[in-house]
Protein backbone atom coordinates (compact mmCIF):
# COMPACT_ATOMS: atom_id res chain seq x y z
CA UNK A 1 0.00 0.00 0.00
CA UNK A 2 1.65 3.38 -0.87
CA UNK A 3 2.60 6.29 1.14
CA UNK A 4 -0.89 7.93 2.65
CA UNK A 5 1.48 11.12 1.67
CA UNK A 6 -1.85 13.35 0.37
CA UNK A 7 -3.03 12.73 4.08
CA UNK A 8 -2.30 15.00 7.23
CA UNK A 9 -4.02 13.23 9.99
CA UNK A 10 -0.42 13.01 12.14
CA UNK A 11 0.78 16.33 11.28
CA UNK A 12 1.24 18.85 13.99
CA UNK A 13 0.53 22.66 14.20
CA UNK A 14 3.48 25.09 14.47
CA UNK A 15 4.05 25.05 18.54
CA UNK A 16 1.41 26.82 20.74
CA UNK A 17 3.15 29.38 22.52
CA UNK A 18 2.98 29.20 26.85
CA UNK A 19 0.22 31.60 26.92
CA UNK A 20 -1.91 29.14 25.72
CA UNK A 21 -5.04 28.32 28.15
CA UNK A 22 -5.96 24.59 25.83
CA UNK A 23 -5.67 22.27 28.82
CA UNK A 24 -4.68 25.20 31.73
CA UNK A 25 -6.78 25.15 34.98
CA UNK A 26 -7.21 26.74 38.21
CA UNK A 27 -5.00 24.07 40.77
CA UNK A 28 -7.22 23.72 44.04
CA UNK A 29 -4.92 23.46 46.94
CA UNK A 30 -3.05 19.98 47.20
CA UNK A 31 -5.25 18.88 50.37
CA UNK A 32 -8.58 18.97 48.44
CA UNK A 33 -7.61 17.98 45.34
CA UNK A 34 -4.98 15.92 43.07
CA UNK A 35 -2.60 18.15 40.88
CA UNK A 36 -3.13 17.49 37.15
CA UNK A 37 -0.22 15.89 36.21
CA UNK A 38 -0.60 16.91 32.46
CA UNK A 39 -1.39 20.88 33.44
CA UNK A 40 1.55 20.76 35.10
CA UNK A 41 3.80 19.48 32.41
CA UNK A 42 2.41 21.66 30.36
CA UNK A 43 2.92 24.76 32.77
CA UNK A 44 6.80 24.61 32.68
CA UNK A 45 7.33 24.87 29.08
CA UNK A 46 8.82 27.95 27.13
CA UNK A 47 7.07 29.90 24.80
CA UNK A 48 7.43 28.68 21.08
CA UNK A 49 9.14 30.68 18.14
CA UNK A 50 6.61 31.18 15.28
CA UNK A 51 8.84 29.89 12.73
CA UNK A 52 9.87 26.45 13.45
CA UNK A 53 10.71 24.79 10.43
CA UNK A 54 13.11 27.83 9.59
CA UNK A 55 14.39 28.84 6.05
CA UNK A 56 14.85 24.98 4.88
CA UNK A 57 11.17 24.10 4.62
CA UNK A 58 10.43 26.79 2.10
CA UNK A 59 13.32 24.56 0.01
CA UNK A 60 10.79 21.76 -0.13
CA UNK A 61 7.44 21.40 -1.22
CA UNK A 62 4.34 21.08 1.07
CA UNK A 63 3.71 17.45 0.80
CA UNK A 64 7.21 16.96 1.84
CA UNK A 65 7.18 19.26 4.86
CA UNK A 66 4.08 17.07 5.92
CA UNK A 67 5.49 13.66 5.68
CA UNK A 68 8.51 15.36 7.07
CA UNK A 69 7.46 17.31 9.82
CA UNK A 70 7.91 15.17 12.99
CA UNK A 71 11.89 14.94 12.91
CA UNK A 72 11.48 18.61 14.23
CA UNK A 73 10.12 17.68 17.58
CA UNK A 74 12.96 14.78 18.06
CA UNK A 75 15.51 17.13 17.15
CA UNK A 76 14.67 20.48 19.01
CA UNK A 77 11.43 19.33 21.49
CA UNK A 78 11.95 22.32 24.17
CA UNK A 79 11.60 24.45 20.92
CA UNK A 80 7.83 23.57 21.14
CA UNK A 81 6.53 25.43 24.50
CA UNK A 82 3.10 23.53 25.36
CA UNK A 83 2.58 21.35 22.53
CA UNK A 84 5.88 18.84 23.74
CA UNK A 85 4.50 17.93 27.22
CA UNK A 86 7.31 15.79 28.10
CA UNK A 87 10.93 14.46 26.42
CA UNK A 88 13.06 11.94 27.70
CA UNK A 89 16.46 10.11 25.91
CA UNK A 90 14.13 7.91 23.96
CA UNK A 91 11.17 9.90 23.50
CA UNK A 92 9.18 12.75 22.88
CA UNK A 93 5.82 13.15 23.76
CA UNK A 94 2.97 15.54 22.52
CA UNK A 95 -0.23 16.95 21.57
CA UNK A 96 -1.76 16.03 17.43
CA UNK A 97 -2.55 18.99 16.60
CA UNK A 98 -5.24 17.68 14.61
CA UNK A 99 -6.44 15.54 17.67
CA UNK A 100 -9.10 12.49 16.47
CA UNK A 101 -10.27 12.38 20.03
CA UNK A 102 -10.89 14.46 22.92
CA UNK A 103 -6.98 13.36 24.09
CA UNK A 104 -4.60 12.44 21.37
CA UNK A 105 -1.27 12.47 22.02
CA UNK A 106 1.87 11.00 19.85
CA UNK A 107 5.01 9.77 20.92
CA UNK A 108 7.97 9.36 19.16
CA UNK A 109 10.97 7.22 19.32
CA UNK A 110 14.23 9.28 19.01
CA UNK A 111 16.64 6.61 17.85
CA UNK A 112 18.31 7.29 14.37
CA UNK A 113 18.44 3.66 13.77
CA UNK A 114 14.98 3.11 13.93
CA UNK A 115 12.52 6.11 13.68
CA UNK A 116 12.84 6.37 9.93
CA UNK A 117 11.83 2.52 9.45
CA UNK A 118 7.95 1.08 9.07
CA UNK A 119 6.56 -0.05 11.96
CA UNK A 120 7.23 -3.67 11.62
CA UNK A 121 10.63 -3.34 10.59
CA UNK A 122 11.19 -1.31 14.13
CA UNK A 123 9.62 -3.31 16.14
CA UNK A 124 11.48 -6.70 15.06
CA UNK A 125 14.23 -4.65 17.46
CA UNK A 126 13.26 -6.56 20.54
CA UNK A 127 14.89 -3.96 22.80
CA UNK A 128 14.25 -0.94 20.74
CA UNK A 129 10.32 -2.55 21.39
CA UNK A 130 10.56 -2.71 25.07
CA UNK A 131 11.87 0.78 25.41
CA UNK A 132 8.97 1.87 23.56
CA UNK A 133 6.00 -0.02 25.11
CA UNK A 134 7.35 1.36 28.56
CA UNK A 135 7.43 5.16 27.70
CA UNK A 136 4.16 4.77 25.90
CA UNK A 137 2.50 3.09 29.14
CA UNK A 138 3.38 5.93 30.93
CA UNK A 139 2.35 8.58 28.47
CA UNK A 140 -0.85 7.18 28.20
CA UNK A 141 -1.49 7.21 32.05
CA UNK A 142 -0.64 10.84 31.50
CA UNK A 143 -3.48 10.80 28.71
CA UNK A 144 -6.34 9.17 31.09
CA UNK A 145 -5.78 11.80 33.91
CA UNK A 146 -6.16 14.30 31.22
CA UNK A 147 -9.49 12.61 29.93
CA UNK A 148 -10.67 12.18 33.94
CA UNK A 149 -10.09 16.09 33.89
CA UNK A 150 -11.82 16.67 30.92
CA UNK A 151 -14.91 14.38 31.20
CA UNK A 152 -15.12 13.07 34.76
CA UNK A 153 -17.28 15.10 36.02
CA UNK A 154 -19.76 14.12 33.98
CA UNK A 155 -18.93 10.58 34.95
CA UNK A 156 -21.52 9.09 37.11
CA UNK A 157 -19.50 6.03 38.36
CA UNK A 158 -16.83 8.59 38.86
CA UNK A 159 -19.02 10.43 41.00
CA UNK A 160 -18.19 8.79 44.38
CA UNK A 161 -14.24 9.79 43.86
CA UNK A 162 -14.89 13.24 43.22
CA UNK A 163 -17.14 13.62 45.82
CA UNK A 164 -14.67 12.20 48.61
CA UNK A 165 -13.05 14.75 50.99
CA UNK A 166 -10.53 12.27 51.93
CA UNK A 167 -7.83 12.10 48.92
CA UNK A 168 -6.18 9.73 50.50
CA UNK A 169 -8.69 6.99 51.00
CA UNK A 170 -10.86 8.15 47.77
CA UNK A 171 -12.23 5.26 45.96
CA UNK A 172 -10.92 4.79 42.32
CA UNK A 173 -13.73 5.91 40.41
CA UNK A 174 -13.99 4.97 36.46
CA UNK A 175 -11.30 3.02 35.23
CA UNK A 176 -10.14 6.12 32.54
CA UNK A 177 -7.21 4.20 31.43
CA UNK A 178 -9.00 1.32 29.66
CA UNK A 179 -10.61 4.26 27.45
CA UNK A 180 -6.78 4.85 25.83
CA UNK A 181 -5.62 3.06 22.95
CA UNK A 182 -2.11 2.97 22.36
CA UNK A 183 -1.28 1.84 18.88
CA UNK A 184 0.21 2.16 14.95
CA UNK A 185 -1.83 3.04 11.89
CA UNK A 186 -0.39 -0.35 9.32
CA UNK A 187 0.78 2.50 7.04
CA UNK A 188 1.47 5.65 8.39
CA UNK A 189 1.13 9.11 6.55
CA UNK A 190 4.46 10.40 8.37
CA UNK A 191 7.79 9.63 7.80
CA UNK A 192 9.09 9.33 11.12
CA UNK A 193 7.92 6.44 13.74
CA UNK A 194 5.06 7.55 15.74
CA UNK A 195 2.67 6.26 18.21
CA UNK A 196 -1.03 7.32 18.97
CA UNK A 197 -2.02 7.59 22.27
CA UNK A 198 -5.58 8.30 22.05
CA UNK A 199 -9.17 7.94 23.88
CA UNK A 200 -11.25 5.69 22.12
CA UNK A 201 -14.58 8.31 21.37
CA UNK A 202 -13.56 9.60 18.06
CA UNK A 203 -15.12 13.06 19.09
CA UNK A 204 -13.28 15.43 17.43
CA UNK A 205 -13.91 17.99 14.65
CA UNK A 206 -10.95 17.26 13.16
CA UNK A 207 -12.46 14.04 12.07
CA UNK A 208 -13.71 14.95 8.51
CA UNK A 209 -13.63 11.79 6.21
CA UNK A 210 -13.58 8.05 5.97
CA UNK A 211 -10.14 7.80 6.74
CA UNK A 212 -9.28 9.54 9.24
CA UNK A 213 -11.83 7.45 11.40
CA UNK A 214 -11.90 4.60 9.83
CA UNK A 215 -8.06 4.73 10.32
CA UNK A 216 -8.67 4.43 13.85
CA UNK A 217 -11.75 2.33 14.40
CA UNK A 218 -10.24 -0.72 12.22
CA UNK A 219 -7.79 -3.01 12.03
CA UNK A 220 -5.82 -0.74 10.40
CA UNK A 221 -4.95 1.09 14.02
CA UNK A 222 -2.81 -1.86 14.92
CA UNK A 223 -2.13 -2.10 18.64
CA UNK A 224 1.32 -1.31 19.89
CA UNK A 225 1.20 -4.80 22.43
CA UNK A 226 0.49 -6.62 19.29
CA UNK A 227 3.80 -6.13 18.04
CA UNK A 228 6.41 -7.56 16.57
CA UNK A 229 3.63 -9.27 14.20
CA UNK A 230 3.75 -12.70 12.96
CA UNK A 231 4.72 -12.97 9.00
CA UNK A 232 1.45 -14.36 8.55
CA UNK A 233 -0.85 -11.68 10.34
CA UNK A 234 -3.35 -10.69 7.64
CA UNK A 235 -2.38 -6.91 8.90
CA UNK A 236 0.83 -6.88 7.19
CA UNK A 237 -1.42 -7.51 4.18
CA UNK A 238 -1.76 -4.41 1.33
CA UNK A 239 -5.51 -4.98 -0.04
CA UNK A 240 -6.72 -6.43 3.74
CA UNK A 241 -5.53 -2.75 4.86
CA UNK A 242 -6.73 -0.97 1.77
CA UNK A 243 -10.42 -2.55 2.52
CA UNK A 244 -10.42 -0.92 6.25
CA UNK A 245 -9.23 2.13 5.35
CA UNK A 246 -12.46 1.79 2.37
CA UNK A 247 -14.92 -0.14 4.62
CA UNK A 248 -18.45 1.32 5.79
CA UNK A 249 -18.40 3.47 8.92
CA UNK A 250 -19.54 2.20 12.25
CA UNK A 251 -19.86 3.41 15.13
CA UNK A 252 -17.13 2.63 17.28
CA UNK A 253 -19.41 2.50 20.33
CA UNK A 254 -22.13 0.58 19.95
CA UNK A 255 -21.71 -1.08 15.97
CA UNK A 256 -24.62 0.29 14.41
CA UNK A 257 -23.61 0.27 10.60
CA UNK A 258 -23.89 3.88 8.51
CA UNK A 259 -22.44 2.94 5.33
CA UNK A 260 -21.37 5.40 3.75
CA UNK A 261 -23.27 8.19 5.44
CA UNK A 262 -20.67 10.22 7.31
CA UNK A 263 -22.86 13.28 8.12
CA UNK A 264 -24.93 10.43 10.05
CA UNK A 265 -21.95 9.24 11.67
CA UNK A 266 -21.01 12.62 12.81
CA UNK A 267 -24.43 13.54 14.57
CA UNK A 268 -24.41 9.94 16.17
CA UNK A 269 -20.77 10.49 17.43
CA UNK A 270 -22.43 13.64 19.07
CA UNK A 271 -25.10 11.72 20.83
CA UNK A 272 -22.44 8.25 21.97
CA UNK A 273 -20.20 11.02 23.44
CA UNK A 274 -22.80 12.40 25.75
CA UNK A 275 -23.74 8.73 26.67
CA UNK A 276 -20.09 7.59 27.15
CA UNK A 277 -18.59 10.54 29.51
CA UNK A 278 -21.64 10.05 31.70
CA UNK A 279 -21.13 6.65 32.05
Known amino acids: ?12 DPPIGAG ?7 TASSSSKPKN ?29 WRGALVQYINNPSSFGTQVLRETPNTVLLKDAFPKATVHLLLLPRSEKHHLLRPNEAFADPAFLAIVQEEATSAAKLAAAE ?54 DMHSPKVKHK ?46 DFGNKFTQLKKHLEEEFEEWKRE
Not at 39 to 61: F, H, N
Open 37 to 65: AFAELMASKRKAPTSPQGDQSKKKGKGDR
Open 211 to 256: KHYNSFTTEFFIPLADYPLAEDDIRRDVGFQNANLSRDFTCWRCGK
Open 1 to 12: MAEQAEDIDDIV
Open 147 to 200: LERLIGSCSTSNKPRLEATDYAHRPPGRDYLSEIKIGMHAHPSMDHLHVHIISK
Open 20 to 26: SSEHHSK
